[in-house]
């Protein structure tokens, strides 16, 4: 049963699938695994964002396809393994990039941008993660790259749920790294501080202190370390030396001390 697995899965071409491949961060995970030789499904909402991401790599050489899907709901995930299926390919390597945040007090947002919250950062990460998994431990060979946060290592007061949702996200990359270790597969979640995409202005913390405060990073030099940190096979990632501090002082500093500063470096500048 588990050779007739192997010998099925052996059939397919692998191809590493990255979501939120048509602009920041997994726009340039997509390009630095393309320059890895890997052949790319890129899955985004926009079709135009997608097309243009793809023309930009062509001279990579690798097999590029795009799909449109939106993740943040439960037909959009299953038309990823569909498009795989009928393209003879199978997800070699899956990279979690799609992600939206939600700035403010919490009981001011509205609720169903939450509920799309949580759908795309934590569910979507789940379904697709549990759709790949068992196909990379069957061929022994590939992983899972999520894009979390060095958010999810502590509460964020005005980003509250999308905080958490990142804490999700590293707890559940660091139980299958565990889960899964010595069967050929690599589970990774890249931790950035801030960096330069439109993600800020989209949940209206273009405003807050942390971007004037904290440094800022390019999606390429994060997609970098995220890319070099995952072929290494490290389990969390954080890009740039300055992240390993920021990682260590959210684990040391007590939560007393550094959820007040974490919400101050949220609130808006706007906000007085
Ligand atoms: N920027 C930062 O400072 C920062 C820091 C730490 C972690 N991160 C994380 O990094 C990841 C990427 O963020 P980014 O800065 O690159 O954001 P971004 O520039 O806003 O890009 C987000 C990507 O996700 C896609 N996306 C959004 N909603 C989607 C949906 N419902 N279905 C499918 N795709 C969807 C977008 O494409 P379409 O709109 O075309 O769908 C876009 O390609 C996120 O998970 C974010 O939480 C960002």
Known sequence: MASEQTAYFAALKPIAVI???????????????????????????CANGLANAAAELAATGVDIRTLTADLATAAGCASVETELAASGCT??????????????PFAKQ?????????????????????????????????????????????????????????????????????ETAGQGVRISALLPGAVATKFHARMGAEHSYYLQMLGVMSAEQVARAGYRGFRRGQTLIYPGLFHHFN?????????????PVIGWLLRSRQAG
């Open 19 to 45: 979501t939120g491949a048509s602009e920041g961060i997994g726009r340039a995970l997509a390009a630095e695994f393309a320059l890895g030789g890997h052949d790319l499904l890129l899955v985004a909402r």
């Open 247 to 259: 990682a260590l002082a959210l684990h040391y500093v007590p939560h007393w001390v550094m959820i």
């Open 110 to 178: 509205d609720a169903n941008d939450l509920n799309r919250l949580v759908d795309l950062n934590m569910r979507a990460v789940t379904d697709l993660t549990r759709r790949f998994l068992p196909g990379m431990l069957a061929r022994g060979a590939g992983g899972v790259l999520n894009v979390a946060s060095l958010g999810g290592l502590a509460p964020g007061p005005q980003q509250a749920a999308y905080y958490a949702s990142k804490a999700y996200v590293i707890s559940l990359t660091e139980a299958l790294d565990s």
């Open 91 to 104: 997800c070699d390597v899956l990279v979690n990039s799609a992600g939206i945040g939600l700035g403010g």
